[in-house]
């Protein structure tokens, strides 16, 4: 399936391409992307000195930094971008520790992480390792990513059975009823069940984030233990990855523009304490699967629309941060588990429907469901590199005796 449009937008046709359900789809991936990870950017920004009021400056740039790269890379591809900030990174931040010269020098170090993405988007060879990744392996790497977020719903059932059962309950429901509107009232139902359960509170109480300036500082122990390990892990588990996702439902975007538009923003945004941002592989299969709309030339609305949900809860960052972490994990998880279940099976479809392709495509699999880290990066780069090296191994022409 080709997915690229390559006429030119203008706002009638965005007019005609718009939808409520890839609106309210966007808003739903925006949810996800934001509950799923947002503790770990904040313990990760804890770790290495961070203050309170510098956390709430990062969520406000970070979330206006995905939110300008994902609408303006949607709109001008006319493809369903979506941006992330570097979870796995800020991950390995939460591993790192203090750092010599404090948060200043981290601060330093996104800079130079941004500026290294930057360089990055103009190495040809790194487009052609993406248009190169066979099929099954991309979709087989695609189900690995997607599996434990489609076991959560069941997990959740343990924990809390009659919350989860509920949410499990709605989903079935309008699946049968209103099909489009399934996952998005799963969602919902996990965040009212969390309010009326006491879990929001106070939270909801509203208040302007303020932004907080941070003096960068270089330093060679920043650059070594913080800049390069964030760049190679930004660039193996999300970049490369996200673009991969992206081409397993037919969409080809040109690295060199992501990568040029989120290095930069993310140079920008640094001084202000933000993480680096980056090509989305988890939420890429909400907006650019067939939730987001039929027609796959009108999916990019749903990202625009993710786009615009973030750099609102930028704007709002001190109340938004202040709900998703009381709001409750495991229901949270367990609707982003439903909302991926279709894509799921699409990408398991996908990667064992040849034959030929079958065994590569499942140690990919494997290894992207593992949850195996090596040297800071997640186990889908490395199933991505297994895969990929049995498959040439298995298609290699054998030479004559």
């Given at each position: 399936?080709?997915?690229n449009?390559?006429r030119?937008?203008?706002?009638?046709?965005?007019?005609?391409?718009?939808?409520?359900?890839?609106?309210v789809?966007?808003?739903?991936?925006?949810?996800?992307?934001?509950?799923?990870?947002?503790?770990?950017v904040?313990?990760?920004?804890?770790?290495?000195?961070?203050?309170?009021g510098?956390?709430?400056?990062?969520?406000l740039?970070?979330?206006?930094?995905?939110?300008?790269?994902?609408?303006?890379?949607?709109?001008?591809?006319?493809?369903?971008?979506?941006?992330?900030?570097?979870?796995?990174?800020?991950a390995?931040?939460?591993?790192?520790?203090?750092v010599a010269?404090?948060f200043?020098?981290?601060?330093?170090?996104?800079?130079?992480?941004?500026?290294?993405?930057?360089?990055?988007a103009?190495?040809?060879?790194?487009?052609?390792?993406?248009?190169?990744?066979?099929k099954?392996?991309?979709?087989?790497?695609?189900?690995g990513?997607l599996?434990?977020?489609?076991?959560a719903?069941?997990?959740?059932?343990?924990?809390?059975?009659?919350a989860?059962?509920?949410v499990?309950?709605?989903?079935?429901?309008?699946?049968?009823?209103?099909?489009?509107?399934?996952?998005?009232?799963?969602?919902?139902t996990?965040?009212?069940?969390?309010?009326?359960n006491?879990?929001?509170g106070?939270?909801?109480?509203?208040?302007?984030?303020?932004?907080?300036f941070?003096?960068?500082?270089?330093?060679?122990?920043?650059?070594?233990?913080?800049?390069?390990?964030?760049?190679?892990?930004?660039?193996?588990?999300?970049?490369?990855?996200g673009?991969?996702?992206?081409?397993t439902?037919?969409y080809?975007?040109?690295?060199r523009?992501g990568l040029?538009l989120?290095?930069?923003?993310?140079?920008?945004?640094?001084?202000?304490?933000?993480?680096?941002?980056?090509?989305?592989?988890?939420?890429?299969?909400?907006t650019?699967?067939?939730?987001?709309?039929?027609?796959?030339?009108?999916?990019?609305?749903?990202?625009?629309?993710?786009?615009?949900c973030y750099?609102?809860?930028g704007?709002?960052?001190?109340?938004?941060?202040?709900?998703?972490?009381?709001?409750?994990?495991?229901?949270?998880?367990?609707?982003?588990?439903?909302a991926?279940?279709?894509?799921?099976?699409s990408?398991m479809?996908?990667?064992?429907?040849?034959?030929?392709?079958?065994l590569?495509?499942?140690?990919?699999?494997?290894?992207?469901a593992?949850?195996?880290?090596l040297f800071?990066?997640?186990?889908?780069f490395?199933?991505?590199?297994?895969?990929?090296?049995?498959?040439?191994?298995?298609?290699?022409?054998?030479?004559?005796?």
């Amino acid at each position: 399936m080709q997915a690229n449009d390559n006429r030119p937008l203008s706002l009638v046709q965005f007019r005609a391409d718009f939808s409520v359900q890839a609106a309210v789809q966007g808003f739903v991936v925006a949810i996800v992307g934001y509950t799923s990870s947002v503790a770990i950017v904040i313990k990760g920004l804890a770790a290495v000195g961070a203050t309170e009021g510098q956390i709430t400056s990062a969520l406000l740039f970070v979330g206006l930094s995905m939110g300008c790269a994902a609408m303006l890379l949607s709109l001008t591809s006319r493809m369903p971008v979506s941006v992330a900030w570097t979870t796995p990174g800020m991950a390995l931040l939460g591993t790192t520790g203090a750092v010599a010269g404090g948060f200043p020098a981290v601060t330093g170090a996104f800079i130079i992480t941004g500026a290294l993405i930057v360089v990055a988007a103009f190495w040809s060879p790194l487009a052609r390792f993406i248009e190169a990744i066979p099929k099954p392996i991309a979709n087989a790497m695609l189900a690995g990513i997607l599996f434990k977020l489609c076991l959560a719903p069941f997990m959740a059932l343990q924990v809390q059975p009659v919350a989860a059962l509920a949410v499990l309950g709605v989903w079935i429901v309008m699946l049968r009823l209103l099909r489009l509107w399934a996952a998005p009232a799963a969602v919902l139902t996990a965040l009212a069940l969390t309010a009326w359960n006491g879990g929001l509170g106070a939270s909801l109480a509203f208040a302007w984030p303020r932004a907080e300036f941070v003096a960068p500082t270089l330093n060679l122990p920043a650059l070594l233990g913080v800049a390069l390990p964030l760049f190679v892990v930004t660039m193996a588990s999300q970049n490369i990855t996200g673009l991969a996702v992206l081409s397993t439902f037919g969409y080809r975007h040109r690295p060199r523009d992501g990568l040029m538009l989120t290095g930069f923003l993310s140079m920008l945004t640094a001084p202000f304490a933000a993480p680096t941002v980056n090509y989305s592989a988890i939420t890429a299969a909400m907006t650019a699967g067939p939730e987001a709309h039929p027609d796959p030339l009108r999916r990019y609305v749903t990202a625009v629309s993710a786009g615009l949900c973030y750099a609102l809860f930028g704007a709002f960052a001190a109340v938004a941060a202040a709900v998703v972490l009381k709001a409750s994990p495991v229901l949270i998880e367990a609707a982003a588990g439903l909302a991926l279940v279709a894509a799921f099976g699409s990408a398991m479809n996908g990667a064992i429907a040849e034959e030929e392709g079958r065994l590569p495509a499942l140690l990919t699999f494997f290894v992207a469901a593992s949850g195996l880290t090596l040297f800071g990066i997640g186990g889908a780069f490395w199933g991505l590199i297994l895969g990929w090296s049995v498959h040439l191994l298995f298609t290699k022409p054998r030479k004559s005796a």
